[in-house]
């Protein structure tokens, strides 16, 4: 069993930058890929970053340049780096952890992200 709890979530003027968290806790290898996940209202979810054990980080071609997925594995902590927000990253941002990119099994609660133009 895995938990994850994002934080980090605002409100920011279009330019900005924000970093979400990730904690994570639980079983070790069920968090072998993590991930950033976004959706906005009216959407379908979609994945913005991951990063796994093996493997390189990948990312959304609308964040790549701007967002910056990162892991501290001492303190369990997935990060989002956003920078250049823009509008349409508003949305709410989950984590989410798993075996392998094609298998995010647990979900955190979510933060949201508004960015005003």
């Known amino acids: 069993q895995v938990h994850l709890v994002e934080s980090g979530g605002g409100s920011v003027q279009a330019g900005g930058s924000l970093r979400l968290s990730c904690a994570a806790s639980?079983?070790?290898?069920?968090?072998?890929?993590m991930g950033w996940f976004r959706q906005a209202p009216g959407k379908e979810r979609e994945a913005v970053a991951t990063?796994?054990?093996?493997?390189?980080?990948t990312y959304a071609d609308s964040v790549k340049g701007r967002f910056t997925v990162s892991q501290d594995n001492a303190e369990n902590t997935l990060y989002l780096q956003m920078s250049s927000l823009k509008p349409e990253d508003t949305a709410m941002y989950y984590c989410?952890?798993?075996?392998?990119?094609?298998?995010?099994?647990?979900w955190g609660q979510g933060t949201q992200v508004t960015v005003s133009s």
């Open positions: 639980g079983d070790n290898l069920s968090r072998s890929c």
């Open positions: 990063s796994c054990r093996y493997g390189p980080k």
């Open positions: 989410a952890a798993g075996w392998t990119r094609s298998n995010f099994v647990y």
